[in-house]
T-cell receptor, first 115, second 110 residues
Framework: DAGVIQSPRHEVTEMGQEVTLRCKPI?????LFWYRQTMMRGLELLIY????????DSGMPEDRFSAKMPNASFSTLKIQPSEPRDSAVYFC?????????????FGDGTRLSIL | GIQVEQSPPDLILQEGANSTLRCNFS?????LQWFHQNPWGQLINLFY???GTKQNGRLSATTVATERYSLLYISSSQTTDSGVYFC????????????FGTGTRLLVSP
C-alpha cells in the first residue's frame, strides 16, 4: 500500500514568492497533520484535519500560512509571502479513524529553502 | 501544554549492544508514540503505546502512564538503528495532537 505522498521533495525559492506544498494521505485515513521541523524548534504541529475539516490550527505561525483539505485524498499547505525563516522540512502525516489515538504515518517531507 | 522530555540526548553504541531510551511527560496522556528518524530524514512510526508493553523484533516499548514515562528498548543494536528517536505524546483532550520531545540521537558503530 502507498504511504503518505508529499510533493515536491525539495523546493528552493526566493523571499516573497508563494509556496505550495502538497500531500496525499493514506487511503482510508481520516486524520491529516502538517508538521514543521527545524533545528531550533524541533518537530511542531502546525494544523490537523479530521474528515477534511480543520480541527486545530493553533500551531500555524502567522497569517502567511494557510492549509486546505478539499477532499479526503489531498491537502495543501501554502505560504504567501514566503520568508527566509520559513526554511524547514515540512512533513505531512495521516492516521486512521478510531475512538482513541492511532499511529501517525509520515510522508518523506518537503525540504523548503527560502533565499 | 504538555511537556515531553527525552534522555539521553545522545548515545553512542557498539554494534550488538543494548540500550534504553527514556521519555518523560508532564501530564496524563491518551496517546504515546515512538518514531525513528533515519539518516535520510524519514520518520518511521515504531510504536503506538499509550500504556503497557509492546515488542517488534529487537525493539520493545513500555509505557507506565500512571508514572508518566515511557521506555524504548533496543537490543542487539545494528548500524541501521542509527538516527534520532522521538517520543510524542497527546493529552486526554485532543489526543490526536502530538507534542514531540527533542529526541535521542543514536549512533551505532560497527
Amino acid at each position: 500500500d502507498a504511504g503518505v505522498i508529499q510533493s515536491p521533495r525539495h523546493e528552493v525559492t526566493e523571499m516573497g514568492q508563494e509556496v505550495t506544498l502538497r500531500c496525499k494521505p493514506i487511503s482510508g485515513h481520516d486524520y491529516l497533520f502538517w508538521y514543521r521541523q527545524t533545528m531550533m524548534r524541533g518537530l511542531e504541529l502546525l494544523i490537523y484535519f479530521n474528515n477534511n475539516v480543520p480541527i486545530d490550527d493553533s500551531g500555524m505561525p502567522e497569517d502567511r500560512f494557510s492549509a486546505k483539505m478539499p477532499n479526503a485524498s489531498f491537502s495543501t499547505l501554502k505560504i504567501q509571502p514566503s520568508e527566509p525563516r520559513d526554511s524547514a522540512v515540512y512533513f505531512c502525516a495521516s492516521s486512521a479513524r478510531d475512538g482513541g489515538g492511532q499511529p501517525q504515518h509520515f510522508g518523506d517531507g518537503t525540504r523548503l529553502s527560502i533565499l | 501544554g504538555i511537556q515531553v522530555e527525552q534522555s539521553p540526548p545522545d548515545l553512542i553504541l557498539q554494534e550488538g549492544a543494548n540500550s534504553t531510551l527514556r521519555c518523560n511527560f508532564s501530564d496524563s496522556v491518551n496517546n504515546l508514540q515512538w518514531f525513528h528518524q533515519n539518516p535520510w530524514g524519514q520518520l518511521i512510526n515504531l510504536f503506538y503505546i499509550p500504556s503497557g508493553t509492546k515488542q517488534n523484533g529487537r525493539l520493545s516499548a513500555t509505557t507506565v502512564a500512571t508514572e508518566r514515562y515511557s521506555l524504548l528498548y533496543i537490543s542487539s543494536s545494528q548500524t541501521t538503528d542509527s538516527g534520532v528517536y522521538f517520543c510524542a505524546a497527546g493529552m486526554n483532550t485532543g489526543f490526536q495532537k502530538l507534542v514531540f520531545g527533542t529526541g535521542t540521537r543514536l549512533l551505532v558503530s560497527p
